[in-house]
């Protein structure tokens, strides 16, 4: 009978960031925890509360980000029937982002900040 031996190239040591515990497929992981799990098993909605230590961070730091596609240009500027005010809309819902009128610096601020 041989033993199987597993493959842990793959692994990486992450530690649990922030207060509270969190469960991710049937295990629970508490704050400060270290645990040794490939970068897919954490779902997305979780890695901003996990960060790779160790030797493991410099691997994972050198993996190429591909950018995500996007729309570009989903805000334009308004003006208001107030004159000098103007408002930030997606062009999509056609909703206001901002409550008060801004000026056309503020605006043109947020915008290119939200289209980036």
């Not at 901003?48 to 729309?71: C, M, R, S, Y």
Request: one cysteine or more; charged letters at 35%.
């Amino acid at each position: 009978m041989e033993r199987k031996i597993k493959k842990e190239d793959n692994k990486v040591w992450f530690i649990k960031q922030g207060g509270g515990s969190c469960r991710i497929k049937g295990r629970i992981i508490k704050p400060q925890e270290k645990i040794h799990v490939t970068p897919d098993w954490i779902p997305e909605s979780f890695r901003t509360f996990f960060k790779p230590i160790g030797k493991d961070a410099e691997k994972l730091n050198k993996q190429v980000k591909v950018p995500i596609p996007g729309n570009k240009a989903l805000y334009e500027i308004i003006e208001r029937k107030t004159k000098g005010l103007f408002n930030v809309v997606n062009k999509e819902t056609a909703k206001s982002l901002n409550e008060k009128g801004l000026t056309e610096e503020e605006a043109n601020s947020l915008k290119n900040a939200l289209n980036t």
